[in-house]
């Protein structure tokens, strides 16, 4: 994911300005499409957790309208968006 970072410089003539830095923040753990990680799965302390994920739907994936926008695909805009948010999971082993 792609975000942008406001900064101030000053230019050459001494004037203050402002610049848009795109950043890139941890694509691998975002859950949302605003560049945060804002949802979590967490499972009882007395679990053991195997194996954690975001699930980002592939182009072309069945269901993907529902969790596009305008920062990931087509159709950003369109009313059958349902959410910005993605499905966070977690495999935990019970004994």
Same mark, same amino acid.
């Given at each position: 994911m792609i975000t942008s970072a406001n900064r101030t410089h000053q230019n050459q003539q001494g004037q203050r300005t402002k610049t848009t830095a795109k950043v890139t923040?941890?694509?691998? @753990?975002? @859950? +949302? @499409? &605003?560049?945060s990680r804002v949802d979590y799965a967490v499972p009882s302390a007395d679990l053991d957790v195997v194996d954690t994920g975001v699930y980002w739907? +592939?182009?072309g994936e069945e269901g993907r309208l529902l969790f596009n926008d305008s920062r990931v695909g087509d159709r950003g805009t369109d009313k059958e968006v349902s959410s910005?948010?993605? &499905?966070?999971?977690a495999t935990v082993k019970i004994d």
């Open positions: 923040l941890n694509p691998e @753990t975002r @859950t +949302a @499409t &605003f560049g739907q +592939a182009k910005d948010h993605r &499905f966070v999971w």
